[in-house]
C-alpha cells in the first residue's frame, strides 16, 4: 500500500518538476552520456565517435550536433533515438560551434586552420571559410543575427565577422587566451573569458570596445588556477556564469551591476556551462573529477555531482 | 510517590542548569567562542582541502567548513558533557549534591535529570552556533535544521552520560585538566569530526580503527545526516546503545553501597 502511495506521489512530482535531459560529451571515452536533469541521475551512455567535444541542440530540439575532433566531422543525432542520421563537413579538429538564430547554418573554430567554416546545415555544405585570427576557438552569433564574433586564442583578438558577407570587419584586442564567448539576450554585449588573465571582459557591441574588466580572484585560491573558460548568460539578464577551470568553482556575476556576487564549489576543471531549458539549473562538466555539477539557480547552491565518464567536455540541455 | 513530584525535580534540574548556563555570560559565549575559532581560522586554512571524493550524505563538493560544522555540533556537545561532570564534581565538593541526592527519588531519575538538563542547554548552544554559521554561508537544508534536533538529544545525552560516568570518578575538581587531556582531546581528534573515515585510512590503519568505533564518531555521523535530513542507521544504534552503557555504569557509580563513591570514600 505504502508503495502504491509512493509511486503516486512520485508520479505526480515529477508531473510537475519541469524534467530535461542532459547530454555530455566524454572526450576520452568517446561517448555521450546522458543524465536526467531533474532527478541528476545519469541514465545511459553511448559511444558517438572520436574525441568528442562541442555539443549543440538544433533550434527546433529534434537533432544534437555534436563534434567529434578526431573523426574530423560534426555528427548529427537524432534527439529523440540518439542514432546519427549524418555528418557535416566541418573541417580538421572541429571543437566548438555556435548556431545562426534560424537554425540554418553553423559556425565552426578550425583551430589548426585558423579559419572559421560556415556550414549550411541542410545542404550539409560548406558555405565559406572564413580566415581569422590564430587558433580559433569561442565563436557566437549575437541573436538579432547581425553579428558572429570569434576569438582566437593567439592573436588573442575577437574578430567581428559579418554573416552577410562572411568578412571580418572589425577586430577587438582582448586579455591573453580568449576561451570562452557568449552574447547578452538583447545582443548588445559579448562576454568574452581570458583563460590566462583570469579575467571577464564586457564588449559592447555598437562600438566594439570594452566597457568593463573584471579580474576573477578567490582570496583561498591561488592565481595561476583561476583560467575562466566558459561563459553564459541567463535571458533575463539578471545573471551570468562563468566555469573557472582548475579553480573548481563558478562565478556568479550579477548581469545588471557587472559584479561578482559569489563563487560556487563545483567539480575539479570546470569548462563549459549550460542552461536548462526553463533556466532554472545550470550544469557544468567538470573534465578532472569526471563529473558534472548541477546548480540550483534560485538559491544559487550546487545541489548534486553526477559522476558520468571520463573528461566531460561539452553540454547541452533538452526538454 | 506522585508524577508531580517526579515533575518537580526534573523542571528544578533543568531550571537551575538553564540559569546557571545563561546568568554565567562568560560561559556562554566560551561555549560558542570555541568551535567559532575552529570554523573562522582552522576551517578556513583548509577550506579547498576537501572536495576531492564526494562522501554521503553530501551529493556533491563541499567546502572543509561545510564538512566540519557537524563535528563542531558535537564538539559543543563533548564539551557541555564534560563541564556538567565538572559541575557534578563541584556540587560534591560545596555540598549541594547532598541536596540533591536526599530527595526521595529514585537516584538513576535524578542523574537523568541532571542529563535531560546538562542536554537542553548543549542544544541552546548547538542552535546558537548554528544560526552564526548560517550568516558565515553555511547552510543546510532548512528541514535538516529540524532533524538535527532529535539526533542533537540523542548525542546530548550519549556524551553527557560520558561526562556523569567520569564524573562518578573524579575525585576533585583539580583532575579535570586529566579529563581534558585524556578524553575530551582524543576523542575529538581521533574521530570524524576533522576529517572523513577514507581520508583517515590513507594516513593510518589503526587511526581509521579507532576513530570508527570511537562513539563521539558515530554522533557526529548521526549529526552529519540528520542536518541533510537524512537518517544513518548504524551511527543511531551505536550512539543509543553507547547512551545505555554509560548511563548504566554511571548509576552504578553513583550508588553509595557499590558504586565508585564508597571506595572513593574509603580510599
Known sequence: MLKHVAGILGLLLAVNAVADTVYVTLEKDNALAVVDGEAGTLIKTMTVGQRPRGILLSKDGSQLYVATSDDDTIKILDAETLTEIGQLPSGEDPETFAQSPDGTLLYVSNEDDNQVTVIDIKQRKVVARIPVGVEPEAVAVS??????????????MVHWIDPESHQVVANTLVDPRPRGASFSADGKQLWVTSEMAGSLMIIDVVSKKIIK????????????KIEPVGVVIDAAQQWAYVAMGPANRVAVINAQTLEVEKFLLVGQRVWHLAFSPDQKRLYTTNGVSNDISIIDLDTHKVIKSVAVGRYPWGVVSRP | MRIFHYWRALSGIVSREVWRFLYQRERFIAALVRP?????????????????AITPPYETYILYEVYITPGLLGMIQLFNGMQSSLSMVYDREMGSMRILMVAPLPRG????????AGTFVSILQAYAFLGIAWLYGIQPPLDGL??????????????????????SFIKQLENFA????????????????LYPLWKIKESSEWLYWVAQYNPFSQAVELIRFAL????????????????????????????????????????
Open chain 1, 143 to 156: 541573436p538579432d543575427n547581425k553579428w558572429v564574433a570569434s576569438a582566437s586564442e593567439t592573436t588573442n
Open chain 1, 213 to 224: 574588466k573584471l579580474t576573477l580572484s578567490i582570496p583561498t585560491v591561488s592565481e595561476d
Open chain 2, 36 to 52: 567559532l575559532v575552529w570554523l573562522f581560522v582552522f576551517a578556513a586554512g583548509f577550506r579547498s582541502t576537501l572536495g576531492i
Open chain 2, 109 to 116: 531519575f535524578l542523574l537523568m535529570a541532571k542529563l535531560v
Open chain 2, 146 to 167: 529540524l532533524w538535527v534536533f532529535p539526533a542533537l538529544v540523542l548525542s546530548g545525552m550519549m556524551l553527557g552520560a560520558l561526562g556523569l560516568l567520569l564524573s
Open chain 2, 178 to 193: 586529566g579529563v581534558m587531556n585524556f578524553v575530551i582531546f582524543p576523542m575529538f581528534f581521533m574521530s570524524t569530526a
Open chain 2, 228 to 267: 541533510y535530513g537524512q537518517l544513518n542507521q548504524y551511527a543511531l544504534v551505536y550512539t543509543g546503545a553507547a547512551f545505555v552503557i554509560f548511563m548504566l555504569l554511571a548509576i552504578l557509580g553513583y550508588n553509595p553501597s557499590k558504586g565508585m563513591m564508597m571506595r572513593k570514600g574509603r580510599g
